[in-house]
Each structure stands twice: as C-alpha cells, then as structure tokens.
C-alpha cells in the first residue's frame, strides 16, 4: 500500500523552518515536524525521503525567496546603476518584513550548521544553481555600473550587498530601522563612489 503525499509540503517546510529558527538545526526532526504539523511521519517521508532532504528543501526554498525579493528590487530600481545595488542592499529588510520566518532561518542558522555534509544530490545541485544565480547577479550589477565582471568589480558590489546589510542591519538587529536602512543606503553610495581598483 503506497505511502500519502504530504498534501501541502509548503506546511512542513513552514514547520522545519520555524523550528530551526527557533531552536536550530537538532530541534527539525521528523517527529517534531510531524507534531507541528499534524502530518504522519510517513507522509512526510513520502515527500521528503530523509531529514537532510527536508533541511535541504527548506533552505532552499528560504534562499530561492531572498533572492526572488533581490532581484525583483533591482528590477523596480530607478537605473541599471548606482540605484539597482542601492535596492538590492535593502533586500535583507525587504525579505524580514515579507518572509519573516524564512528571514529568521537565513540569519540565524548558519548553511553549514542546517545542512551538514550528507546532502542528497539533488539539493547540492540546486544550492550551486542558487549559488550561481546569485553570483550572476554580482556580475551583472558591477557590468552595469563600470562594465566589467571581474573578481575586483565584484568584490565591491559584494561589500555593498553583504558586508555592509551585514554590518549595518543584521549584526545589530536593526532591520526594521528605517534610520539604519538609510545609513545603508548612504554607505552603499558612498562605496560604490569608490568603486574597484584598476581591472
């Protein structure tokens, strides 16, 4: 007799999210997302055939939102330029306040310490896939700016769009501070004023 499909899988990773951002990675068991859930263990199995695959698609679908929000902000932005990174910077704020569970996960669970090293490959491809969507959109931003991709270029448009959201909002738990986004904001123009060095 076949197993059940989890009916809504959005529900159990709702559940494997909220516990490993408020308990960390040990507190997302099958069992405790079942409880949460009301879901059978085997239905969950049944969806998600290890508990590595069920972090691994909650982290997933958490990063997939992230950089959704991002790109969309660059996308909405007023220039390809100076403004695309500007918005892409406030992704972190823009991400808590649409997502804040999946917010929560990205910025306090550290990839490593959620995942570990038994990843079914399936999600290792798509974290790379993620990772490489992401440093697409490193390269696009400094081609846009100065019209170049290399390493230094991007070097810059990384402090902007992680160092200093980072610094600024994460690190001091400052998110929702309109003040500390538009310390960002002047701090990301101020950088990009700079620019990289000679290619």
Not at 17 to 40: D, N, P, Q
Not at 65 to 86: C, H, I, N, T, Y
Not at 178 to 196: F, K, N, Y
Request: proline share 7%.
């Amino acid at each position: 007799m076949p197993r059940p499909r989890v009916h809504d899988p959005d529900s159990v990773l709702d559940a494997a999210e909220s516990l490993a951002a408020r308990s960390g990675a040990a507190a997302v068991t099958i069992r405790a997302v079942a409880a949460a859930t009301g879901v059978s263990n085997g239905a969950i199995y049944h969806s998600f055939p290890s508990r590595a695959d069920l972090l691994g698609r909650t982290w997933i679908r958490a990063a997939q939102r992230f950089l959704a929000v991002q790109q969309e902000l660059v996308r909405a932005s007023a220039d390809s330029g100076v403004e695309a990174v500007v918005a892409a910077a406030d992704a972190p704020a823009v991400f808590a306040r649409r997502f804040p569970e999946s917010s929560r996960l990205l910025l306090t669970v550290r990839r490593g310490d959620l995942l570990g090293d038994d990843l079914p490959e399936p999600i290792a491809a798509e974290l790379e896939q993620l990772d490489r969507r992401l440093l697409d959109l490193l390269k696009q931003l400094a081609r846009d700016l100065w019209g170049r991709k290399d390493s230094r270029a991007v070097d810059v448009i990384t402090t902007c769009l992680v160092d200093l959201p980072t610094a600024i909002l994460l690190q001091r738990d400052r998110l929702a501070s309109p003040t500390a986004r538009e310390h960002l904001r002047a701090a990301v123009r101020a950088v990009l004023s700079v620019g990289p060095p000679p290619s």
